[in-house]
């Protein structure tokens, strides 16, 4: 297979590695800004670039463009989404040559968080109350009918970006007219404080074939918006949280017509009322090295398994999941003060990985059972902070971009 994969951030890694060794001709589609990035040169046959990493129409024609150019002379068998903003270009290459892959209408309910919560609802999957911001009168009668605060987000930013918390109608319809012409991009729902959990998981023939389950110690809302440490656990194996949130996440894969790709599905559990309640999906792996996460728990790498069920499928040759192990594992994530911190001074031996990356500080630890796991990680950030280590930089309220 030849297979072009679009990321127009530096990840993916694992997944270009693990394509090449499938025996598959493997593009890259990346931003001209981050060519000297160390990809694995080795497993990548030809680069092109993007000069701009948006989503506009200027960018989209240069992209059918350069395809269409490409294709002259070589055939795509597959193209791949490797970020969460490269979804909607893999959908238009798709759609414009007839290459099998998700198309632009179910690439939306994996990007567009409003169509994400009007599927859901409509196929009886549980969502905060909700309202697009397309409609004066629908607003209101929404704000009316519900109890704040509320939280207005960005339809197509990934993690936490762009996300404002109204307390008020007033605060809220202030923050709706700032918004000016670009409104119709937002969305506004009820906040239910709770517990945070994301699944992430395999998909192929329209089964998932693998997922785990973890829940975020600290939320990537809080962590963005109020500059705090970034941790989360594996799930207690058995539980009723597992069950509930692999229940969600196959509703979820069905009803957004998910017929093979790695996702990260994120689930809230209310403190009030104790109901589970979706939040948002995504093809493509978790970001914040939860994929490293994953393995440690699990010996998965989601990464190379994704690029594995890509080739099995375009090939039509069945696709084997490896042995699977059932650990715990918790990752912790901050912002550093010191621009190559010592990771010296973390040295237990559950320490799976440690990170290597300017201006952070994190690590990933592994272990027999979540309490030893949770105990670790409280442990860590203490040190981060007593060490003097941890930095914060809050995300702005409104996307830049």
Same mark, same amino acid.
Request: aromatic share 10%; proline share 4%; with cysteine.
């Given at each position: 297979?030849?297979?072009?994969?679009?990321?127009?951030?530096?990840?993916?890694?694992?997944?270009?590695? +693990?394509?090449?060794?499938?025996?598959?001709?493997?593009?890259?589609?990346?931003?001209?800004?981050?060519?000297?990035? /160390?990809?694995?040169?080795?497993?990548?046959?030809?680069?092109?670039?993007?000069?701009?990493?948006?989503?506009?129409?200027?960018?989209?024609?240069?992209?059918?463009?350069?395809?269409?150019?490409?294709?002259?002379?070589?055939?795509?068998?597959?193209?791949?989404?490797?970020?969460?903003?490269?979804?909607?270009?893999? +959908?238009?290459?798709?759609?414009?040559?007839?290459?099998?892959?998700?198309?632009?209408?179910?690439?939306?309910?994996?990007?567009?968080?409003?169509?994400?919560?009007?599927?859901?609802?409509?196929?009886?999957?549980?969502?905060?109350?909700?309202?697009?911001?397309?409609?004066?009168? &629908?607003?209101?009668?929404?704000?009316?009918?519900?109890?704040?605060?509320?939280?207005?987000?960005?339809?197509?930013?990934?993690?936490?970006?762009?996300?404002?918390?109204?307390?008020?109608?007033? &605060?809220?319809? =202030?923050?709706?007219?700032?918004?000016?012409?670009?409104?119709?991009?937002?969305?506004?729902?009820?906040?239910?404080?709770?517990?945070?959990?994301?699944?992430?998981?395999?998909?192929?023939?329209?089964?998932?074939?693998?997922?785990?389950?973890?829940?975020?110690?600290?939320?990537?809302?809080?962590?963005?918006?109020?500059?705090?440490?970034?941790?989360?656990?594996? @799930?207690?194996?058995?539980?009723?949280?597992?069950?509930?949130?692999?229940?969600?996440?196959?509703?979820?894969?069905?009803?957004?017509?998910?017929?093979?790709? +790695?996702?990260?599905?994120?689930?809230?559990?209310?403190?009030?009322?104790?109901?589970?309640?979706?939040?948002?999906?995504?093809?493509?792996?978790?970001?914040?090295?939860?994929?490293?996460? @994953?393995?440690?728990?699990?010996?998965?790498?989601?990464?190379?398994?994704?690029?594995?069920? &890509?080739?099995?499928? +375009?090939?039509?040759?069945?696709?084997?999941? /490896?042995?699977?192990?059932?650990?715990?594992?918790?990752?912790?994530?901050?912002?550093?003060?010191?621009?190559? /911190?010592?990771?010296?001074?973390?040295?237990?031996? &559950?320490?799976?990985?440690?990170?290597?990356?300017?201006?952070?500080?994190?690590?990933?630890?592994?272990?027999?059972?979540?309490?030893?796991?949770?105990?670790?990680?409280?442990?860590?950030?203490?040190?981060?902070? =007593?060490?003097?280590?941890?930095?914060?930089?809050?995300?702005?309220?409104?996307?830049?971009?």
């Amino acid at each position: 297979m030849t297979i072009l994969c679009i990321c127009t951030y530096f990840k993916g890694v694992e997944f270009l590695k +693990a394509a090449k060794e499938e025996g598959n001709t493997v593009f890259l589609l990346t931003h001209k800004k981050i060519e000297n990035k /160390p990809w694995p040169r080795e497993s990548i046959d030809e680069f092109f670039y993007l000069e701009n990493n948006d989503n506009s129409f200027d960018t989209y024609q240069k992209l059918i463009e350069g395809s269409a150019h490409l294709m002259r002379t070589r055939k795509i068998d597959l193209v791949v989404a490797l970020d969460d903003f490269d979804v909607e270009k893999a +959908a238009l290459v798709r759609e414009h040559f007839r290459i099998p892959g998700m198309g632009q209408t179910t690439a939306r309910y994996f990007r567009d968080k409003l169509a994400m919560r009007v599927q859901a609802e409509d196929n009886q999957i549980p969502v905060p109350g909700f309202s697009a911001l397309f409609n004066d009168v &629908e607003i209101t009668h929404f704000l009316e009918n519900t109890t704040g605060p509320w939280l207005v987000k960005p339809r197509s930013e990934a993690s936490a970006t762009g996300i404002k918390k109204v307390y008020s109608k007033n &605060e809220a319809w =202030d923050w709706i007219h700032s918004l000016g012409e670009a409104r119709h991009n937002f969305l506004i729902e009820t906040f239910k404080p709770g517990d945070v959990y994301h699944i992430d998981s395999l998909i192929i023939n329209k089964e998932v074939v693998f997922e785990r389950c973890s829940q975020y110690l600290s939320t990537p809302f809080d962590v963005a918006h109020g500059g705090g440490i970034f941790r989360s656990v594996t @799930v207690e194996f058995g539980s009723l949280d597992e069950q509930a949130l692999s229940l969600i996440n196959h509703q979820v894969m069905k009803a957004f017509g998910m017929k093979f790709s +790695a996702s990260h599905t994120e689930v809230i559990k209310c403190h009030k009322d104790g109901n589970y309640y979706f939040l948002e999906t995504a093809s493509r792996v978790g970001g914040a090295h939860l994929a490293e996460m @994953v393995e440690a728990s699990s010996s998965i790498n989601i990464w190379k398994e994704w690029a594995k069920i &890509e080739t099995a499928v +375009a090939e039509k040759k069945p696709y084997v999941l /490896p042995k699977r192990e059932k650990k715990y594992s918790g990752i912790l994530i901050s912002l550093s003060s010191h621009q190559w /911190p010592n990771m010296d001074v973390f040295d237990d031996k &559950e320490i799976f990985w440690k990170m290597n990356e300017e201006y952070h500080v994190g690590l990933i630890v592994k272990a027999d059972s979540r309490e030893r796991v949770i105990e670790l990680l409280d442990k860590y950030a203490k040190m981060v902070i =007593d060490l003097g280590l941890h930095a914060s930089a809050p995300a702005p309220d409104k996307p830049t971009h």
